[in-house]
């Protein structure tokens, strides 16, 4: 069979990747948490390390711990893909998280995990 010309348009489709804001090439895919579930969990955390009773929330602090939690999985999850590279793998495990926790312990000092731990 013979080759079938092209037209410009096909190939602007196929050679143009768009780059998003973040600088990835492919979209996030967010997974939002009800608005009540997260109230929920955010008042039973609070109450399990505060001394009073009761603590209210404005709308603002609770959006404002959600973006930053977001941050904080966003950028574990993208350090512990490029251990996983690092390693020749596609898929990340739990050995590149622990690796990822340990690099950032000696890093800054101290961790997020309240586990007693020898170093």
């Not at 966003?74 to 340990?102: G, P, S, W, Y």
Request: charged residues 30%; contains cysteine; positive net charge.
């Amino acid at each position: 069979m013979a080759r079938t010309k092209v037209s410009a348009r096909k190939i602007a489709k196929k050679g143009a990747t768009k780059t998003l804001p973040g600088g990835s090439k492919y979209p996030t895919r967010r997974v939002p948490i009800q608005g009540t579930t997260r109230r929920r969990l955010m008042r039973e955390i609070a109450q399990d390390i505060s001394l009073t009773a009761d603590l209210r929330w404005q709308s603002s602090a609770i959006l404002a711990l959600q973006e930053a939690a977001e941050a904080f999985l966003v950028k574990e999850f993208e350090m512990t893909n490029l251990c996983a590279v690092h390693a020749h793998r596609v898929t990340i495990q739990a050995k590149d998280m622990e690796l990822v926790d340990r690099l950032r312990r000696i890093m800054t000092g101290s961790g997020y995990r309240f586990e007693n731990r020898k170093a």
